[in-house]
């Protein structure tokens, strides 16, 4: 299969490249965030009539994950709102650039953190504390709240979408993920960046911003750290730069063999497994243990979660990958493999979603009739019953998603192998070993 | 063999896996009678087993607030104020494994607090373990065939 | 600056302004009551006023569980406040003075405790309302004294049995209302001591002298009421072993001393309605009085400002029920 590309259709081209489509996106996307966040502060603390609540754990996250994520990669940073106000700031404007004096402080990020670490740290903390979390309506307003501050003083402090690149915690997964989606943003020819002198693409220009992302479109091989802005076809002279369609997981050809990326991969396979057990499962000592926080049994719960992503896990893993040789070259072909995991943990949420968005996806309609729970029925279906929806293709599809997800790692285990001159076999028992125990958790 | 007439037989393989109707044990069906105590936010038992055909009778108990007990895939249901013993009947004519749910809110843990109800086996979950078998099988071929 | 600048950061600010202000302005100006589980606020606000004759206009909400709504003494249907949802109640009033208002669905052990005050204010219409004082009061009954009968049936007594046996005799004194109230079944059995029967057909006219005081639709009442307020810690059985008699027993471990300093008034297991001895050896009086006044730390509710005498007298009704035999 060839890539398509999509922005040589002039109606897409002239969508993307405008700046007036995605600012009416951007004004109802901040909008409705600022509303969650008052929603969740004010409205009732009853999550399940919260619009807090219902549109973000359940509406958001169910797009996110299946549409946006598998189909669209960073699709969703194209649109998120919360870097929007500390990047107006940065820039003194909403659309144009008036000048290419930089605001602000403009500093570097940090070397030492130009990594998805924190990250994978941000998204931990969230996860620990996700039984509250997705349950409270008080405390989502205030997470919500404070990524909105966070990128903004980040953005006062430090150049570019620096929040975005290294801090948010979505943004760490989604661009794992974003490797395996059928959508990129790529060059169309190398000679002429090679030729272009000002990389305006990066450094900006008249036209646009340099590369809120940090990230150089020239050299752009996957999709991981590109959040889809469109700044750099605004500002390339030679309309270099083409979104095309491809094939799924294009981007898993060619494996990164970071440690960091490695670990996410962990983190989101591993968190996926405990949250099927945890939340979906019967066994209620667990969810008291994860709720409780600040108890012995959440402490228990917490170590148990963190031992098994950052031990259990990777730890079996290594047994399937090394040869007992020299440690770079382990290392090397540790996060080489993990690639293989990328696809099978994308899968495993999916699957997990699946279930709690079925089951819970018939208050949507409650809370937008009725969104801060003052007894309103704006449109007439606030008092819609709570009634799971297509419970009988549940397990199918969820079979569907874990088997396809495990067809996929292991044809990613292959390729990763060839690389790693290794065997794919052990990594591809992993991957079977985890697939079963997730279907075991979920059906 | 050829690449498609393998990729043929895994499909059929896969087919009948997910299809193909299991051999069902036949046990006369009893009349099952479970005492289940619902608290915030779990019940106790949560995992139930009977036999398809079989006539079961749910007493919920609450022990806190108001629970209810809603299974998925027969869409029936109980409420139970706390001393006041809810009773749910019904045939367990569906075969495998279904969760039953809270259905009336009872504080910020209610969208999980989940029991499981297994009638005779889990077909289903056998199905897509056999599913991944073939598919590893599928892998495993790719991988010697390259 | 351009055009299109300016519009864009009138559009923003614009939608930053209403989602922040809407939700507080709506907020703020929707009256709401909150209802919570006792251990957590109870009622909020819980006093409220009112005026004889004028509507009062209620919206509550539950913050957490189910809960219920209604207020005492004035026989109205309760309704149920359940979580996230708003619920409308309008309320008038005839009389002044100062009305209690009281969740009717369990949330927990502590769910009698969840009660509210609505002072009404206004001219009393018709000033015939006096206080009356229990019956208990009047008689000089110690409720909290044990009241263990000396002697108790060895059968369930059978108020059918007991009609057949009562046609022959008079006991027009010992059915009538003021005596069947001021003693308890055990002094009546004494009391039939003057007639020639054998101590089993003694308590089975004593059964049948309690049917006679009630009717069967006061006993399903009284059964509903038992239901609704009683069984969640006296039990369906009426053993004391409600979902919450742990609870209570628990805490009586470390719960409050009465004001003479000793541990007797401490939280206890509810009483056992199924006990011989003590339900036989109480009276109706002392069973109003522990209804009306309530325990005095034991965990037991007052119910004085909640329940009707209708209802007091029905539920006692069905309370013996769980003694005498009663004809279907």
Redesign the interface.
């Given at each position: 299969m060839e890539k398509i590309e999509l922005t040589r259709n002039p109606f897409i081209k002239t969508a993307l490249k405008s700046r007036y489509p995605q600012l009416a996106v951007f004004i109802v996307m901040l909008v409705g965030y600022i509303f969650a966040i008052l929603a969740g502060l004010v409205g009732t603390p009853v999550g399940s009539h919260n619009f807090s609540i219902v549109f973000v754990w359940i509406a958001w996250w169910a797009i996110l994950i299946l549409v946006a994520v598998p189909f669209f990669g960073r699709g969703w940073c194209a649109v998120c709102p919360i870097p929007l106000p500390g990047e107006w700031l940065q820039r003194g404007a909403i659309l144009a650039p008036p000048d290419k004096k930089p605001k602000w402080l403009n500093r570097r990020w940090p070397r030492a953190l130009r990594n998805i670490w924190l990250q994978n740290i941000s998204f931990l903390l969230l996860a620990l504390f996700s039984s509250v979390l997705l349950t409270t309506p008080n405390i989502t307003g205030i997470v919500l709240a404070a990524m909105l501050f966070a990128a903004i003083g980040l953005s006062i402090v430090f150049e570019r979408r620096s929040f975005c690149r290294y801090l948010c915690p979505v943004g760490g997964f989604i661009g794992l993920y974003s490797q395996t989606a059928p959508l990129e943003l790529r060059i169309k020819d190398k000679k002429v960046c090679a030729a272009c002198e000002g990389k305006p693409c990066y450094n900006g220009s008249a036209e646009g911003y340099g590369c809120p992302w940090d990230v150089f479109p020239g050299g752009l091989t996957k999709n991981s750290y590109c959040g889809l802005c469109m700044e750099c076809i605004r500002t390339c002279p030679f309309d270099n730069i083409a979104v095309n369609a491809r094939p799924f997981s294009a981007d898993l050809a060619k494996p990164s063999a970071r440690m960091d990326e490695a670990f996410k991969a962990f983190i989101m396979l591993g968190s996926a497994m405990i949250y099927a057990g945890v939340l979906l499962g019967p066994w209620g000592t667990l969810k008291d243990a994860a709720y409780n926080v600040g108890t012995t049994a959440w402490f228990i719960y917490a170590a148990v979660f963190l031992s098994v992503i950052f031990i259990v896990m990777p730890s079996f893993f290594a047994l399937c990958v090394t040869r007992f040789e020299n440690i770079d070259r382990f290392k090397k072909r540790f996060a080489t493999l993990s690639t293989a995991l990328i696809p099978l943990g994308l899968m495993f949420w999916v699957a997990f979603s699946l279930s709690f968005v079925l089951t819970n996806a018939s208050y949507i309609l409650a809370s937008l009739s009725d969104p801060l729970g003052l007894g309103w029925n704006l449109f007439g279906t606030a008092n819609l019953a709570w009634q799971p929806m297509l419970t009988s293709i549940l397990a199918p599809g969820q079979t569907l998603a874990l088997v396809g997800g495990l067809i996929w790692s292991g044809r990613t285990a292959q390729k990763a192998a060839k690389e790693a001159t290794v065997s794919p076999v052990p990594v591809i028992v992993y991957c079977f070993i985890v697939t079963l125990a997730m279907l075991w958790l979920l059906i | 063999m050829r690449s498609y007439l393998l990729l043929l037989l895994f499909a059929m393989a896969g087919l009948v896996v997910a299809f193909a109707p299991l051999p069902v044990l036949v046990i006369a069906p009893q009349e099952r009678t479970f005492r289940i105590d619902a608290?915030q936010?779990?019940?106790?038992p949560?995992?139930l087993a009977v036999n398809p055909g079989d006539h079961i009778t749910i007493q919920l108990?609450?022990?806190?607030?108001?629970h209810g007990l809603?299974i998925?895939?027969y869409d029936v249901s109980a409420e139970a104020?706390?001393?006041?013993?809810a009773t749910l009947t019904f045939t367990a004519d569906k075969q495998?494994?279904f969760?039953f749910?809270c259905?009336?809110?009872?504080?910020?843990?209610?969208?999980?607090?989940?029991?499981?109800l297994t009638v005779g086996t889990?077909d289903?979950?056998l199905?897509?373990?056999g599913?991944?078998v073939i598919?590893?099988l599928?892998?495993?071929i790719?991988?010697k065939r390259? | 600056m351009k055009r299109s600048e300016l519009l864009s950061r009138i559009l923003v600010v614009a939608g930053m302004l209403l989602a922040v202000g809407a939700p507080l302005i709506f907020w703020t100006r929707t009256p709401l009551i909150h209802a919570r589980m006792a251990d957590t606020g109870g009622w909020n606000p819980d006093i409220l006023q009112a005026e004889v004759g004028k509507p009062l206009e209620l919206h509550f909400t539950s913050d957490d569980v189910v809960h219920g709504f209604a207020v005492g003494q004035l026989d109205m249907e309760a309704v149920d406040v359940e979580p996230g949802k708003v619920t409308d109640v309008t309320l008038t009033f005839d009389k002044p003075g100062t009305y209690t208002f009281y969740c009717t669905r369990w949330c927990g052990v502590n769910h009698w405790r969840m009660r509210g005050t609505i002072e009404v204010s206004g001219l009393d219409v018709d000033s015939e309302t006096t206080p009356t004082v229990p019956l208990y009061v009047t008689l000089g009954i110690d409720i909290d004294a044990p009241h263990e009968a000396n002697a108790i049936p060895e059968n369930r007594p059978s108020a059918v049995r007991g009609q057949q046996l009562a046609a022959s005799l008079d006991i027009s004194q010992f059915s009538s209302p003021d005596f069947y109230r001021a003693n308890s079944p055990y002094q009546i059995f004494e009391g039939l001591n003057s007639t020639d029967l054998t101590d089993t057909e003694k308590w089975d006219v004593v059964a049948y002298i309690w049917q006679s005081n009630t009717t069967v639709d006061a006993l399903a009442n009284g059964r509903e009421l038992y239901a609704q307020n009683c069984v969640a810690c006296h039990g369906e059985s009426g053993e004391g072993n409600g979902v919450f008699a742990d609870d209570l027993a628990a805490a009586g471990e470390a719960s409050m001393q009465s004001m003479n300093g000793s541990m007797d008034m401490a939280m206890q297991t509810p009483a056992d309605f199924t006990d011989t001895s003590c339900m036989l050896g109480a009276s109706l009086a002392l069973l109003e009085g522990k209804i009306l006044r309530g325990g005095m730390g034991t965990g037991m509710p007052m119910w004085g400002s909640i329940f009707t005498e209708k209802q007091i007298q029905d539920l006692i009704a069905y309370l013996y029920s769980f003694q005498f035999e009663y004809q279907r």
């Open positions: - | 608290r936010f779990a019940y106790s949560s995992e108990v609450s022990t806190d607030v108001v809603y998925d895939g104020d706390p001393g006041q013993t495998g494994s969760r749910r259905n009336v809110t009872c504080g910020a843990m209610h969208p999980f607090m989940i029991g499981k889990n289903w979950l199905r897509s373990a599913l991944a598919a590893i599928g892998v495993f790719l991988v390259n | -």
